[in-house]
C-alpha cells in the first residue's frame, strides 16, 4: 500500500522523461529524414556524375588517338626488359587492344645461336584481357547514364542495388588486367599466335603473350622432345601462368618437356591509369553505400 502511494510523483517524472525521449527521437528522426530525402534527391547524383567522368576518363585510356589521325588509335613501342639474363630482346607495338607487331630476338642457350622472329605484315594479336577490360569499363558507364538527373530514386535500396551492379562491371575490368588466364602447354602449342610469326616459330619454341597489372608480359618456352625410350616418369602439367622447366606435355602425338623459360615484360603507363582510375571509381560506390546504410531504419517504410 504504501508503495503505490508514493509511485504517483515517479510515475510522473517517468512519463515526462519519456515523452522528452521521444520527442528528441522524432525530431532526430525527422532531421534524418530529411538528411536521407537530401542525399537521395541531390548527393547521389552527384557521386554518379563524379563515377561517370571519371570511368569515361579510365575507357579513353583504352583508346587512345593518335595525333593528326582523325579517331584512329595511337601505335605506341615498349622495349621489353627483364632484371635477368638477355636471351631475350624485343620491341612490341600496341594499338588499343591489339598487339599490331612483335620483333623479338632469341638467344639459344644452348649454342648462343641467335633467332629473330616478327609478326607478318598481315597479322595482329588481339589482348581479349584489354578488350575484356574496356567491355566492363563500358558496361558500367551505361548503367550510370541510365540514371540521369532526371531520375528520382526512391528508396536507398535502389541505389546500394545500381552500386553493387556497378562495382561488379569494375571489380571484373580490374581481374581481368589483374589476374592473367591460366593455360595449358597444348593450349599454347595450339593458339593462333603460334602462326603469327616469320620466319615460323621453330616446333622447339612456344610464346605467349599477356596482360599483368600495368605490364605487358611475353613468355617463351624452349622444349625438347621426350623419346619414346626415356625413362622419365611422364605428367603432364595442368593449366598455369607461368610455367617452369620440367613441366611436360603432349601435343600432336609428340611429348615435350620445357627446358628453359624466358619471361620478358614492359610497363604500359595507360594501364596504370585505368587500375588507378578503377581503384578510385571502386572507393566513391563504397562511400556511397556506406552513407546509405546509416538511413536503413528507413528503406522499407518511407516514400523516399
Known amino acids: 500500500m504504501i508503495l503505490g502511494f508514493n509511485s504517483g510523483p515517479v510515475h510522473l517524472c517517468l512519463s515526462i522523461s519519456f515523452y522528452t525521449q521521444t520527442l528528441r527521437s ?49 601505335q605506341e613501342n615498349f622495349v621489353l626488359s627483364t632484371s635477368g639474363t638477355d636471351q631475350v630482346k624485343g620491341v612490341l607495338t600496341l594499338q588499343g587492344d591489339a598487339l599490331c607487331q612483335a620483333d623479338i630476338n632469341l638467344k639459344m642457350p644452348r649454342n648462343n645461336q641467335l633467332l629473330h622472329f616478327a609478326f607478318r605484315e598481315d597479322k595482329q594479336w588481339k589482348l581479349q584481357q584489354i578488350q575484356d577490360a574496356r567491355n566492363h569499363v563500358n558496361q558500367a558507364i551505361y ?54 610469326f616469320t620466319p615460323a616459330l621453330p616446333p622447339d619454341i612456344l610464346v605467349n603473350f599477356y596482360i599483368n597489372l600495368n605490364k605487358l608480359c611475353l613468355t617463351v618456352y624452349q622444349l625438347h622432345v621426350l623419346q619414346p625410350s626415356t625413362t622419365k616418369n611422364f605428367k603432364p602439367a595442368g593449366g598455369s601462368i607461368l610455367h617452369n622447366p620440367g613441366a611436360m606435355f603432349e601435343f600432336g602425338n609428340q611429348r615435350y618437356e620445357v627446358s628453359h623459360v624466358h619471361k620478358v615484360e614492359c610497363v604500359v603507363p595507360w594501364l596504370n591509369d585505368a587500375l588507378v582510375f578503377f581503384t578510385v571509381s571502386l572507393q566513391l560506390c563504397q562511400q556511397l553505400k556506406d552513407k546509405i546504410s546509416v538511413f536503413s531504419s528507413y528503406w522499407n517504410y518511407r516514400p523516399y
Open 143 to 196: 548503367l550510370l547514364m541510365n540514371r540521369d538527373v532526371n531520375y528520382q530514386f526512391k528508396t536507398g535500396s535502389e541505389v546500394l542495388k545500381l552500386m553493387d551492379a556497378v562495382m561488379l562491371q569494375l571489380s571484373r575490368a580490374r581481374n581481368r588486367l589483374t589476374t592473367p588466364a591460366t593455360l595449358t602447354l597444348p593450349e599454347i602449342a595450339s593458339s593462333g599466335l603460334t602462326k603469327m
Open 26 to 74: 522524432a525530431t532526430e528522426a525527422a532531421a534524418a529524414e530529411e538528411e536521407f530525402k537530401w542525399l537521395l534527391q541531390e548527393e547521389v547524383h552527384a557521386v554518379l556524375k563524379q563515377l561517370q567522368d571519371i570511368l569515361k576518363e579510365a575507357s579513353q585510356r583504352f583508346t587512345l588517338p593518335a595525333s593528326g589521325s582523325g579517331g584512329a588509335v595511337k
